[in-house]
């Protein structure tokens, strides 16, 4: 069974960090480049970050970039985001996802089910 598990999410203060954790499973993790969304209330889902498949580059949203950074653990399946010097605009449910290819209009295979940021002023 594919399950993609979001963690990490919580309430911070405006200028904070919190660590977000995508766990993969199901499927051979290598091979699939993991993205890092955000849905606001009243808003469109956007892309924030991925990390790509084989030799693992790293790619931002101009908003994330120089505060969060992406990160993966082969060894555990796992894909972290680091997320620094928070906004109470980065307040969004934050979804993970698997995918041939990085790209913030997808096709992604597999999506988590999300884990709610909340940034306080």
């Known amino acids: 069974e594919v399950q993609l598990q979001a963690s990490g999410g919580g309430l911070v203060q405006a200028g904070g960090s919190l660590r977000l954790s995508c766990a993969a499973s199901g499927f051979t993790f290598d091979d699939y480049a993991i993205g890092w969304f955000r849905q606001a209330p009243g808003k469109e889902r956007e892309g924030v970050s991925c990390i790509s498949s084989n030799d693992r580059s790293t790619y931002y949203v101009d908003s994330a970039k120089g505060r969060f950074t992406i990160s993966s653990d082969n060894a555990k399946n796992t894909v972290y985001l680091q997320m620094n010097s928070l906004k109470p605009e980065d307040t969004a449910v934050y979804y993970c996802?698997?995918?041939?290819?990085?790209?913030?209009?997808?096709?992604?295979?597999?999506w988590g089910q999300g884990t709610q940021v909340t940034v306080s002023s």
């Open positions: 996802a698997a995918g041939s290819l990085c790209s913030w209009w997808g096709p992604y295979d597999y």
